[in-house]
């Protein structure tokens, strides 16, 4: 196991393997089987072209040639910050055959993100984009290797400038020795509870246990087509089963530049696509304008989650499009519920559903770790064969947020209904959910500190009919107060991603505190509830 991360304790290791959990399956050999016995066979679509299993296979082994000759070995970090294109399969797969992990930047993270990121990862190379949205991403790499010497290599996919061009990074395929199954294949990015995120390493034995296990529960087989309307980089379109588990089933995975309707729908139709994943903020939208595009979704299987989901918007899901909703709970830490397509759509729209496996361990305690009774609301704590036993290299956080026998404490409230499925009825962290992007307050908050008009603030969550949640930054001014937009073209120069920039700005004289002298964020809250 990598230096910083914590291995599951052998007892349970040696029984996620003799039960068929773990079968010492690499996500390396994604691709493969296919490229071997059915080389044409399509596998990833975007609009601009489809590209077999073969193509694929054929330029991951030779990307991952061009990255060993560049000196990546196994082991070294590699920040990927692309969007929803065959370059990021292509990408990640080259550095699992390497046994070199990436770290999953979201296309929107901006300059303080990438050499956070960079910096905590021990990063010796950065991939980007040229240009997107609006965005040069080369400027932002060349930002990340000047403050961050470890980062070596900046490769970009597209027009490189000066950089190095991802394209132009081809050699002859290499005879590579295979990773072992229980070592970290990549790092996914936590919710940011405490702060930045913490980086969480997915192993290959638990991954590829995940891609298996979604995919079966979502009937999606070798004949389906998954729709990445989401970014790759999250958990939920990376491997629930997503991207990555499309391939794994030898279906096609198809790639969305934006969940737009206009982007999606085309491809909806003309890939007949079975399965996709959606934030709730955009389910009304699909309903709203499936009919105007005249698309069929009657065929199509729809996960919902990352955010609160209006339990009479999920009633009318069915009823509206045809098409069937599952409903899930989930973090990149590894803990997955959810309905299932065949479970009654009452049941889909007021639970989370059960847990991904048999093998996953759940309990629902009180604030001193005892189990609460039955159908009480508690904080989820979580083990399992997916979920995480330690952050990377956070010895003493993960003391903080794993109890001494390894269960996670997620930090979400939930109960459990009478038949034992999970509803989730809020959290405890101080995370704002802000249509599916976690703002970590702690994070925001600093940085307003630096703004020099501001004395002291606080950030909290405002409701919000399309986002579920919204940004409020509570500032006590000095002199001069800000404006809103003055507050955030302010962070936004100090590298902050766009989707954490305050959406509100109010002034007050003083901030409320409680008892023990920690800023009342409830009572801020609850007071700002109707400024949205």
Not at 146 to 161: C, D, K, N, R, T
Not at 266 to 289: G, H, Y
Not at 300 to 328: F, K, M, N
């Amino acid at each position: 196991m990598l230096t910083g991360c914590v291995p599951w304790p052998d007892e349970f290791a040696q029984r996620y393997r003799r039960d068929g959990i773990w079968r010492g399956e690499v996500l390396g050999d994604l691709l493969r089987p296919e490229a071997a016995d059915d080389p044409d066979r399509i596998a990833v679509v975007t609009r601009h072209g489809r590209h077999s299993y073969a193509e694929l296979d054929r330029r991951a082994d030779r990307l991952a040639a061009g990255l060993v000759g560049l000196g990546i070995r196994a082991d070294d970090r590699v920040v990927v910050q692309l969007p929803n294109t065959p370059d990021f399969v292509v990408t990640c797969v080259a550095l699992f055959r390497i046994g070199a992990l990436p770290v999953l930047a979201l296309p929107a993270h901006r300059r303080s993100e990438l050499v956070y990121l960079a910096e905590y990862s021990g990063a010796v190379a950065l991939v980007v984009p040229d240009l997107l949205a609006g965005t040069d991403h080369r400027t932002l790499a060349r930002a990340v290797r000047a403050a961050v010497p470890s980062v070596a290599h900046l490769l970009v996919a597209g027009e490189a400038q000066e950089l190095t061009p991802l394209a132009g990074i081809d050699a002859s395929p290499l005879d590579l020795p295979t990773p072992d199954p229980s070592a970290v294949a990549f790092f996914l990015l936590s919710g940011g509870t405490t702060g930045l995120p913490k980086l969480i390493p997915r192993t290959h034995d638990d991954y590829t246990f995940q891609l298996r296990a979604t995919a079966e529960a979502m009937r999606f087989d070798e004949n389906g087509a998954y729709l990445a309307a989401l970014p790759v980089a999250h958990n939920a379109a990376l491997g629930c089963p997503g991207v990555l588990g499309a391939l794994r089933a030898g279906g096609r995975a198809v790639l969305a530049a934006s969940p737009a309707p206009d982007e999606v729908f085309p491809l909806v139709s003309t890939e007949s696509v079975t399965l996709t994943t959606l934030m709730p903020a955009l389910l009304p939208v699909w309903m709203e304008t499936a009919g105007i595009f005249g698309v069929d979704l009657s065929q199509l299987v729809i996960e919902v989650g990352g955010a609160t989901l209006s339990p009479d918007v999920a009633r009318q899901v069915r009823p509206t499009t045809g098409a069937t909703l599952t409903h899930w709970f989930g973090m990149a830490e590894g803990v997955l519920s959810f309905t299932r397509p065949d479970d009654d759509d009452e049941v889909t729209a007021t639970t989370q559903g059960t847990p991904l496996s048999p093998a996953d361990e759940l309990r629902v305690v009180d604030d001193t770790d005892q189990d609460v009774a039955a159908g009480e609301v508690g904080e989820l704590l979580a083990r399992g064969p997916c979920t995480l036993r330690g952050y990377y290299a956070v010895p003493e956080h993960n003391r903080t947020v794993f109890t001494p026998d390894g269960f996670l404490r997620t930090g979400d409230l939930v109960r459990r209904d009478a038949e034992g499925r999970l509803v989730v009825v809020g959290r405890i962290k101080d995370v704002i959910n802000r249509g599916g992007e976690k703002v970590s307050v702690d994070e925001v908050e600093a940085h307003l500190l630096a703004h020099p008009a501001v004395r002291s603030a606080a950030v909290v969550p405002v409701p919000d009919s399309r986002l579920g949640e919204k940004t409020c930054a509570v500032v006590v001014a000095q002199d001069d107060p800000p404006s809103l937009a003055e507050v955030r073209a302010f962070l936004s120069d100090r590298g902050l991603a766009e989707f954490k920039l305050p959406d509100r700005l109010h002034l007050t004289a003083a901030l409320p505190y409680t008892p023990v002298g920690k800023i009342d964020r409830r009572a801020l809250a609850r007071d700002h509830a109707g400024t949205a």
